[in-house]
């Protein structure tokens, strides 16, 4: 009988341990009830797709020898070590990333800096800038090409106005070049909106407080609006990082040629390589691996990014204490 | 039970991730064991056995598992094709369930990575659409279904009746492509190598159209696409020649065999570029075209396929076989387009088709009779037929050669000439069964562009495409354990 035994001094008495039992089960109950959506698409759209993906770099499969499969180790792993397309592929990507993340990160600041100010019909301004960011990549890619297009392209038609003939290959020879601007006239959209939330969040009364104090507006933004939107960066930082690394859908469908599926040379970037050696030669093993690598890759350049941000992020706890 | 026992029998969170981990984890060993447990592993002796031995063995056990086929009328099933929408439509599939109440068809539009994920599930569909490079590919994969015994049963397909670009689905081992039993056949096909002469850029330059009669040299075929390549300043408006680059080393091969040399070596483990005279000066060839930008190129593309191209009037001469003729004529081009001989490389004229597509039946089939009926219906039945009055190709039976269309005088042009390739055409070519479809043209379109902006030289063009290909062809033959 529980109301025989003896009571410890400070201990709930049975019949409250119980309820809160049920209360605590009821809360567990909904805890995860609420997460179990998430949690199953993460456990099956994720966790098992990255350990079946790691199981397969570890074999010779090809798509189609599941009878002839065998146990590699970690020969792909050493193979794409040794592969000089994987090292050039990664060598364009991290240029395509130097080029591509602080041209993103700068123009996207300066639009919001221009769209931030309170002018007449300036909503109409943040709508037209962003309306790239809701494009269907096909349908943009493709307007990019007819404007880019080398021998019969708008952008070249214009340029002959000046110079008779001008056939710039904006989509092969100078494909860094055009992929650039495609890549950033897309992506400007999303930068603008984040920034633009990030600078509405700036108290008035600091940039008011440091005008009085005599400050001019590259003192303002250097001094008060940069720092406190220094979060806002480093946000977007890590994940323009782990976009620009993972580039794959603009070199396949803006610089290739209608016959062959292999993009200009100056913008076959690492995944380039990873779709032609998963679905172009069938060596699954080792496209497996490549993308193990390049998880590993973008996990150790943003634990990176997130140790320099205490050299350079505003923190307002960390000024608090 | 005591509160604290209940308390103890709750899932913590961590025991619930722990818990599905776990799950996880199980379902994947289970999943990856059922392919191990019947996978043996190579012994030294088989890893080095040659590949033709191996395929024969798959030959032979394929052989043995196919038995005799029984009457098409008591044939019953569900079938499951891979085919292409616009050669077999959903009509036509309509059709054939109405004409045959005892199968069901379900038609999945073709998709490799689809076929890779289905063969994976151990549910390959039991009849797939290909071109012919992947029929030793599938044969060194033990994947092809042995139809010989339909076949020599069939009155609608009979052996003596097909037509040679069905020689690309016969094969006595991966290595041996020609002969042998049979595992599929073409949908239709064309002598490859045959021209379209779009007229108007002859007379717009004052040049002599080509004959269809003799055949030119491809030397004189580079030399003509010089001349009709047309620019305005750095812009080419019109391209002298052109062709189509996702094939590039099928016509290398061809070339090749004019004088008796081979792209790769007997045993397929090795691509010849740099060590044979003939293969660079083949490569050579296709490299000055480009560098002259006669036509389109690494450095100088076209966003469209080259017909598309050709049909907007763009192209001067294009390489494409009989089957182009059906497209070939538009609002631009239409009354100026001829089809000529297939140009020779070395005096030793060879016309053979060199994608042959068509059908195979897969090894993991589980209704081979009810599928024998829907290929035999498809390749020929009524849409034998109607593809053979389309134009769209060469019938793959010879008894189907007189339906091809004979009533325009475009028509009737490009029969006359194809009558003269239909004889080129008999000798297959043998494809690498260890490497994919594309790869060396990928490694050439790769390399060519920095050979062409002068980022490299031509001979490390040559060694970094075979470095290329020969890596490629390693892993192919690990893949399949020979």
């Known amino acids: 009988m529980i109301s025989a035994k003896p009571q410890l001094r400070g201990a709930s008495p049975p019949i409250t341990r119980a309820k809160q039992s049920a209360r605590s089960q009821r809360r567990q109950r909904t805890f995860y009830l609420f997460i179990s959506p998430w949690l199953l698409g993460f456990i099956f759209l994720s966790v098992i797709p990255m350990v079946v993906g790691f199981l397969i770099s570890l074999t010779n499969y090809d798509g189609l020898n599941l009878n002839k499969l065998a146990f590699v180790g970690m020969r792909n792993y050493g193979t794409v070590f040794k592969d000089p397309s994987a090292q050039y592929g990664f060598s364009r990507t991290l240029i395509w990333a130097a080029i591509n993340l602080p041209l993103w990160l700068a123009v996207s600041l300066l639009i919001a800096l221009l769209v931030n100010v309170k002018l007449k019909g300036n909503g109409i301004f943040r709508t037209l800038l962003y309306l790239p960011a809701v494009i269907p990549p096909v349908a943009l890619v493709w307007t990019w090409k007819i404007l880019l297009e080398q021998n019969f392209g708008l952008v070249n038609g214009v340029l002959s106005l000046v110079r008779p003939g001008t056939a710039v290959p904006w989509l092969s020879t100078y494909a860094m070049l055009g992929l650039t601007s495609i890549a950033l006239w897309n992506g400007l959209g999303f930068g603008m909106i984040v920034f633009l939330a990030g600078l509405q969040d700036i108290p008035q009364e600091l940039i008011d407080a440091a005008r009085v104090d005599g400050a001019g507006n590259f003192q303002v933004f250097f001094r008060v609006i940069l720092p406190l939107i220094s979060p806002i960066i480093f946000f977007q930082l890590i994940l323009g990082l782990i976009s620009a690394l993972q580039q794959f859908v603009l070199p396949m469908l803006a610089a290739t040629s209608a016959s062959t599926k292999i993009p200009a040379r100056s913008v076959y970037l690492y995944m380039v390589h990873v779709y032609r050696t998963l679905f172009g030669t069938g060596r699954f093993g080792q496209g497996m691996a490549m993308l193990w690598l390049l998880i590993v890759v973008i996990g150790v350049l943003t634990v990176i990014v997130f140790w320099t941000q205490r050299f350079w992020v505003y923190s307002e706890v960390r000024g608090e204490e | ?482």
Request: hydrophobic share 40%; charged share 20%.
């Open chain 2, 1 to 482: 039970m005591s509160v604290e026992k209940r308390e103890r029998a709750q899932l913590s969170r961590r025991d619930m991730l722990r818990a599905s981990g776990v799950l996880a984890a199980g379902g994947l060993l289970a999943a990856c064991a059922a392919p191990q447990a019947t996978t043996q592993a190579p012994t030294e002796e088989a890893a080095t056995e040659a590949a033709t031995e191996s395929a024969t063995q798959a030959a032979a056990t394929s052989e043995a598992t196919t038995e005799a086929p029984t009457q098409a009328a008591a044939a019953e099933g569900h079938v499951v094709i891979m085919r292409n929408v616009g050669e077999l439509t959903d009509d036509m599939v309509a059709q054939f369930q109405a004409d045959h109440s005892t199968i069901t068809v379900e038609a999945l539009d073709v998709d490799l990575t689809r076929l890779i994920a289905m063969y994976a599930a151990g549910n390959p569909p039991d009849l797939v659409r290909v071109q012919a490079p992947s029929v030793p590919q599938y044969l060194a994969r033990d994947m092809l279904y042995d139809l010989t015994p339909y076949f020599e049963a069939s009155t609608l397909v009979k052996l003596d009746d097909l037509a040679p670009s069905n020689d690309y689905y016969k094969a006595n081992s991966p290595l041996e492509v020609g002969s042998g039993p049979i595992y599929g056949m073409t949908k239709d096909w064309s002598p490859d190598f045959t021209i379209f002469v779009y007229k108007k850029p002859f007379e717009d330059k004052s040049l002599d159209v080509p004959s269809d009669t003799e055949p030119m040299t491809y030397d004189q075929v580079r030399e003509l696409g010089a001349k009709l390549a047309t620019f305005e300043g750095d812009r080419t408006v019109l391209f002298g020649f052109d062709y189509d680059a996702a094939w590039i080393d099928r016509m290398w091969s061809n070339h090749l065999l004019e004088t008796d040399n081979h792209l790769y070596s007997d045993d397929f483990t090795q691509i010849q570029l740099t060590a044979s005279d003939e293969a660079r000066k083949v490569v050579q060839f296709y490299f000055d075209m480009a560098k002259d930008k006669v036509g389109a190129s690494p450095i100088n593309p076209s966003p469209n396929w080259v017909g598309d191209d050709f049909d907007k009037g763009l192209v001067g001469l294009l390489n494409y076989g009989y089957w182009f003729g059906a497209m070939a004529e538009t609002d631009v081009t239409k009354g100026q387009v001829i089809m000529i001989p297939g140009p020779t490389w070395a005096g030793v004229r060879r016309d053979p088709t060199i994608t042959a597509t068509g059908m195979i039946m897969t090894k993991a089939t589980k209704v081979p009779d009810a599928a024998w009926v829907l290929f035999e219906w498809f390749n020929g039945g009524q849409p034998a037929d109607d593809r053979a009055a389309s134009g769209w190709g060469v019938p793959a039976l010879k008894s189907q050669y007189d339906k091809m269309p004979n009533s325009t005088d475009f028509d009737k042009q490009r029969r006359t000439v194809l009558q003269g390739e239909l004889d080129l055409a008999t000798a297959p070519l043998q494809f690498n069964p260890y490497h994919g479809e594309t790869t060396v043209a990928d490694a050439w379109q790769q390399y060519a562009e920095q050979a062409l902006n002068g980022q490299m030289s031509f001979d490390d063009m040559l060694a970094n495409i075979e470095q290329d290909v020969n890596t490629a062809i390693q892993d192919g033959k690990d893949a399949i354990g020979s």
